[in-house]
Nanobody, 115 residues
Framework: QAQLVESGGGLVQAGGSLRLTCAAS????????VAWYRRPPGKQRELVAI???????HYEDSVKGRFTISRDNARNTVYLQMTSVKSDDTAVYYC?????????WGQGTQVTVSS
């Protein structure tokens, strides 16, 4: 069964950095477009960054220049490097297929930015 497990979240001060990891099992991420999504408190889930099988990336405007999505197909893993984080980045972060996610969501990883 396909499973995506997100990790690497935590409490970080504004201006700091975090690296999130999405590890897949039962599915080969290298064949897919993969995205990071986030659900801020009280808001809808939104797409943050996307990476194609060929490595092309796209970002939501508010994270451009601060976040970097990457993939390691040998490890079947996708990463989200977050830098210069802001309080607005506080959310639960998920990975899934993109740009249209599957119904198979992981539990996500909480990122909390303190000011």
């Amino acid at each position: 069964q396909a499973q995506l497990v997100e990790s690497g979240g935590g409490l970080v001060q504004a201006g700091g950095s975090l690296r999130l990891t999405c590890a897949a099992s039962g599915i080969t991420l290298g064949d897919d477009v993969v995205a990071w999504y986030r659900r801020p408190p009280g808001k809808q889930r939104e797409l943050v960054a996307i990476i194609t099988s060929g490595g092309t990336t796209h970002y939501e405007d508010s994270v451009k220049g601060r976040f970097t999505i990457s993939r390691d197909n040998a490890r079947n893993t996708v990463y989200l490097q977050m830098t210069s984080v802001k309080s607005d980045d506080t959310a639960v972060y998920y990975c899934n297929k993109g740009p249209v996610p599957s119904a198979n969501w992981g539990q996500g990883t909480q990122v909390t930015v303190s000011s």
